[in-house]
């Protein structure tokens, strides 16, 4: 399983992208995606990046179903 960290200057952008990317992965060959979102802070370090809005994404996406896109309030 692989974890992506997409970073968005414009909300409107982030569910356009998520729409965008859920379509082409509905099309063959199917790749199940989940894709969390939640708006918030992110740091970064030398070689990570770090916040609560990145556990609580993470949190939002494992518990979506395949081809879902799912935000917090």
Do not use: W
Not at 8 to 22: H, K, R, S
């Amino acid at each position: 399983m692989q974890i992506y960290l997409c970073l968005f200057d414009n909300p409107n952008e982030v569910f356009t992208a998520a729409i965008a990317l859920q379509e082409k992965y509905q099309l063959p060959p199917e790749v199940p995606v989940r894709i969390g979102i939640h708006q918030g802070e992110v740091f970064f370090d030398d070689s990570n990046a770090y916040s609560n809005a990145i556990n609580i994404a993470s949190r939002i996406e494992s518990i979506s179903v395949a081809g879902a896109i799912t935000c917090s309030a």
